[in-house]
């Protein structure tokens, strides 16, 4: 959608909340003048965001722009709720089960219910959003899982949005924490970034001080490509970060001069292969997401693999393609209420561990957010995947 219609659109679902809200809420406190300005500042600042991809504008005011997003957006949500509501209500008086003098209360109630829920909802998301995200822990049975991967572990790292909001300590924390964590490699599952190289560059510098025995893989999202996906692959290969497009590398989980036999050294080898967006090709032909193409010359003696993946739509090749897990994002696990309830409508999984065939796929919520600084009912988290021998 194109930001001048968008913002009329916008304009007006404000005009209509402030029509069905206002009356309400000038009953109850005489406080209602914020509620006014509160509908006026979302209005005008909401577009900011958008318009800040086009030219230079003070971080300060998309953060008001965000911030807004976010408390609109719950505001609409709850108002709507309030419209079932009092139609209900409307049909329960008039078949004379109630007063009217009580359903003038309902709704002078209900007008200010639906502005302090939302309000509520958006502070609470806040906090969730700006802490630095808890570490999950995730166990995957793999089938026939040689022993020298027994208790590998992957720390991954999905959905930062590094960006207007989420800057230079942002990351700094992210990356404390992951050290601490000890992983065997750190795997990015993209949507690392929502803006130029020239304009992030210092922001996401932390994460060349990532520390795992087998280093960092990265796979591009779609956000990169809205940013310039080229450029900042050469960006995060500068930082020293593995850069995977539709290819592989074999890990050695295991000291391989330890090993006496050929059989031994690929019993402790892991595939670990990465693909490129999977609406990649939409913006570079070249680009174009391939789980086979990543396993081209993968050794056939090393059986367990591993895909990156941003989105969670390329489960359905990699489980033909022959992987035992694929690790994605993409989806945030909704972020916040009610979008949790749309995610299914593009993704096969929301959030978490799930069996497609005979692959696993697991699916982060994210480590960072987009848009809205906000989470609510969808947490962040820097997920710690241990790879385990599937009992028999």
Excluded: C
């Excluded at 590998?152 to 800057?167: E, K, M, N, Y």
């Excluded at 210092?202 to 520390?211: E, F, G």
């Excluded at 539709?246 to 670990?272: I, K």
Aim: aromatic residues 8%; charged residues 15%; proline residues 6%.
């Amino acid at each position: 959608m194109r930001i001048l219609p968008a913002t009329v659109l916008v304009a007006l679902l404000h005009v209509l909340l402030a029509l069905r809200l206002l009356p309400g809420v000038a009953q109850l406190t005489a406080a209602w003048p914020v509620l006014a300005v509160l509908l006026l500042v979302s209005a005008f600042t909401m577009p900011l965001p958008l318009l800040a991809r086009r030219r230079r504008m003070p971080v300060w005011l998309q953060w008001v722009g965000l911030i807004s997003m976010g408390w609109f957006s719950s505001l609409l949500v709850f108002a709507l709720f309030r419209e079932v509501f009092l139609l209900g209500d409307w049909l329960w008086t008039a078949l004379g089960d109630g007063s009217r003098q009580a359903m003038q209360s309902r709704r002078v109630l209900s007008a200010g219910a639906a502005v302090l829920l939302a309000s509520l909802v958006t502070l609470i998301g806040y906090f969730n959003a700006r802490r630095t995200a808890a570490v999950r822990r995730v166990d995957v049975p793999i089938d026939r899982l040689p022993a020298g991967l027994d208790g590998f572990t992957i720390a991954q790292l999905s959905d930062i949005h590094v960006g207007p909001t989420i800057r230079v300590r942002y990351i700094e924390r992210i990356v404390e924490s992951v050290n601490r964590l000890g992983a065997d490699m750190i795997a990015i599952t993209g949507d690392l970034v929502d803006g130029s190289v020239g304009d992030l560059r210092r922001h996401i510098a932390p994460l060349a001080r990532l520390k795992a025995r087998h280093g960092t893989y990265v796979v591009t999202g779609n956000h990169e490509y809205y940013a310039g996906a080229d450029a900042w692959v050469a960006e995060l290969r500068r930082l020293g970060l593995n850069v995977l497009m539709n290819e592989h590398v074999v890990l050695q989980a295991r000291d391989p001069y330890g090993a006496q036999t050929d059989e031994e050294v690929n019993e402790s080898a892991l595939v670990v292969a990465g693909v490129t967006d999977f609406t990649a090709a939409h913006f570079d032909a070249a680009h174009a997401s391939d789980p086979v193409a990543a396993l081209l010359d993968a050794p056939p003696q090393v059986a367990t693999r591993l895909l990156l993946a941003h989105q969670p739509r390329s489960a359905e090749a990699a489980a033909q393609a022959g992987y035992q897990l694929q690790l994605s994002g993409h989806t945030h696990g909704g972020q916040f209420f009610p979008w949790n309830f749309f995610v299914p409508l593009q993704q096969p999984f929301t959030a978490g561990l799930h069996r497609l065939q005979d692959m696993w796929i697991y699916v982060s919520r994210g480590t960072g957010y987009w848009g809205p600084p906000k989470r609510f009912g969808a947490p962040s988290e820097i997920t710690l995947v241990r790879l385990v021998v599937a009992p028999p």
